[in-house]
């Protein structure tokens, strides 16, 4: 009865991948459509993925966490909302983190004789910071140990309350200039010195050569575009794989 059943079970998938084969080159099928909720289930397989930010003296993480994928109707483009974790740290302890959320579009194409779906044209429009219990910036007090040698650390820790001003001259004044944003305890001036780097970073990471979804030729669908896709596109809310370019 189970080798009957087996035989019956692989008549039945090849009679499938046979008449939907068939469909598609007579052109009874032209295209399938993908939802962003099924989208969004595809991109959570490349998630987390930590990036280096260059730092002065310093060292700086940013950790893309999660993504969601929106397509408004319309529009051509995919919209992407990532997650992320920012951190920033001296000689192991943490000066700065906060939670961000970035907001941008990027156009998917379909690279054919690779076979896989990879996307272009990335413009982000929103960085923005997220006041949650993550988020953190150290102290003028906790800045100048870390940067100070241990014994006159140890000294002036026993008598006062440190300022930045004590680094004067023990310090480049690159690195001095750098550390007075944290004076004010504004994590926002810290996240807006660094904006520029953490969007060139997340442009440079998503549209590089090694991001990309090749396509699963053990799941029927996927393999049956990966033999017969044309091209993709954003269309009425949906991503369409298409067959047929005519």
Not at 166 to 186: E, I, R
Request: net charge negative; proline share 4%.
């Amino acid at each position: 009865m189970e080798e009957q059943q087996n035989i019956f079970s692989k008549l039945k998938a090849w009679l499938t991948g046979f008449f939907a084969k068939l469909a598609i080159r007579s052109k009874w099928i032209k295209e399938a459509s993908y939802s962003p909720e099924e989208l969004n289930e595809m991109l959570a397989t490349s998630f987390p993925q930590t990036l280096p930010v260059p730092m002065i003296n310093s060292e700086g993480t940013l950790t893309l966490l999660n993504a969601e994928l929106s397509m408004p109707l319309e529009q051509d483009t995919l919209h992407i909302q990532l997650f992320c974790a920012f951190k920033i740290s001296v000689a192991g302890h943490d000066i700065y983190r906060a939670h961000l959320t970035v907001c941008g579009t990027v156009l998917p194409y379909y690279a054919v004789t690779e076979k896989v779906i990879r996307i272009k044209n990335m413009t982000l429009t929103e960085l923005r910071l997220i006041n949650d219990d993550y988020a953190f910036i150290g102290s003028s007090t906790e800045l100048a140990t870390l940067f100070m040698p241990k014994a006159f650390k140890y000294l002036l820790l026993s008598s006062m309350q440190l300022t930045l001003s004590v680094l004067k001259g023990a310090v480049p004044n690159s690195l001095l200039n750098y550390l007075n944003l944290y004076a004010s305890g504004s994590k926002q001036k810290v996240l807006d010195y660094h904006h520029s780097d953490i969007e060139h970073l997340i442009i440079k990471k998503v549209e590089q050569e090694d991001w990309f979804y090749p396509l699963d030729e053990s799941d029927f669908e996927e393999q049956l575009f990966a033999q017969f896709g044309q091209t993709i596109a954003v269309e009425n809310g949906r991503l369409l794989f298409k067959f047929h370019l005519d």
